[in-house]
């Protein structure tokens, strides 16, 4: 009868001593078995089920120790149950152990040397011993590796990155605020007014239920990153050089250019004397430094509400060079015209300037937005914008 793990009712010393007598010479005879088993078995199989049986997580004899003896033991027996199983861990781990190593040995020794009554020599004795320990040591080069990735930054991270750093040399800072926004500052302060048309552009998404409250008070999540630049300047005064990164919703359909969130990043600069130079200045410069020294802008009429005059920035399309051909056909990224257009900028309204307590007949500035997945796509090639939000590895890893 194999040895099974007793229920115990008596847990005094010299019934527990009994109870773990019997264990160990069960042990010890079946480490014994396996070892001799292994001449006539692959040797893998017996030792294998020998360790099961005793160390297996769910059913092992030490586990119903665990359960057996440990934890029916009454309060007081407890602690020296517990030194005892303890003990048996230790003791059975390492008679499996053991039972592996005589295993090895005897794989790697002829089976006429272990036999009683040869003698070995010396240093066959020693050849045989190293190649035990080899055998114990050795690694199966033919099992996959462990990978580990290394993680890159997103395109979209990188784009925006990139662009705060060339407006960072220019000596902007940069200003976050929160995407849950009130109609307040998405729209009012920028100088929408309540039913003016541009909101109707913008496909804003509300939250719901917030007819209670005043129109200017309802939330909505932010349609561009310009409430940052409102909240800037009602918390300092001028001179002001910010950009503002961050994440925008609109509820457009997803399609190859349009996403219904998607980055911007805005500036804003207001002092004395600012002009329309300052600001076609700021930007010939930036888009040169992120798309090349070759690149030429062109800044052409264009509305917004919070800007007067608005202009569209144009850049010299940076795959035919603004030739509108491209290898002998017109360029496709340019639509032949030689010209992509890439961003809104205007003179701040001085209308804005009133919901912010800035003097508007002492300060003037400019404001520029444009899209970050916009300027990936071009300085990546990429052709689909859901590519940047998919998730996919294949695509991200790419950029590593
Ligand atoms: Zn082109």
Redesign the pocket.
């Known amino acids: 009868m194999p040895y099974t793990v007793s229920k115990l009712t008596d847990f005094s010393p010299a019934a527990l001593d009994a109870a773990v007598r019997e264990l160990l010479s069960a042990l010890e005879e079946e480490s014994e078995a396996v070892v001799c088993e292994q001449q006539m078995e692959p040797y893998e199989n017996p030792w294998k089920a020998f360790r099961d049986r005793w160390m297996a997580r769910k059913n092992g004899i030490l586990t119903q120790l665990n359960d057996l003896w440990l934890k029916a033991a009454p309060g007081p027996s407890k602690k020296d149950v517990g030194q005892r199983v303890n003990e048996l861990r230790k003791t059975v781990e390492g008679m499996v152990e053991v039972a592996q190593k005589r295993l090895l040995f005897a794989k790697a020794v002829p089976t006429e040397v272990i036999h009683p009554g040869i003698e070995v020599p010396a240093d066959e004795l020693e050849a045989y011993a190293k190649r035990v320990a080899l055998a114990s040591q050795r690694v199966d080069i033919t099992l996959p590796g462990i990978r580990r990735p290394i993680g890159a930054e997103h395109p979209v991270i990188k784009t925006m990155n990139e662009m705060i750093a060339v407006f960072r040399n220019l000596g902007f800072s940069v200003e976050e605020g929160p995407e849950v926004e009130t109609d307040f500052y998405n729209f009012e302060a920028l100088n929408f007014p309540p039913n003016h048309p541009a909101r109707d552009t913008q496909d804003t998404l509300f939250i719901a239920g917030q007819e209670s409250k005043p129109p200017r008070d309802r939330l909505l999540l932010r349609t561009h990153t310009s409430p940052v630049q409102i909240r800037t300047m009602q918390k300092m005064k001028p001179p002001v050089r910010v950009v503002c990164p961050g994440k925008v919703h609109r509820n457009d359909a997803l399609d190859a250019t349009h996403s219904p969130i998607f980055h911007q990043i805005e500036g804003l600069a207001v002092d004395t004397n600012i002009t329309f130079c300052d600001l076609k200045g700021t930007l010939d410069h930036a888009m040169k430094a992120m798309f090349g020294s070759n690149v030429k802008t062109r800044f052409y009429p264009s509305f917004f509400p919070f800007t007067e005059p608005s202009a569209d920035v144009q850049i ?11 290898d002998g056909a017109p ?10 257009e890439l961003l809104g900028c205007g003179m701040v309204d001085p209308n804005v300037y009133g919901f912010v307590d800035y003097d508007a007949s002492k300060y003037s500035g400019f404001a520029f937005g444009m899209g970050v997945e916009r300027i990936a796509i071009l300085k990546y090639g990429v052709d689909d914008i859901q590519l940047f939000f998919s998730g996919d590895v294949r695509f991200l890893e790419q950029f590593g």
Request: aromatic share 10%; charged share 25%; proline share 0%.
């Open positions: 010299s399309c940076i795959f035919c060079d603004g030739k509108g051909v491209r360029c496709r990224n340019c639509k032949a015209s030689g010209w992509i």
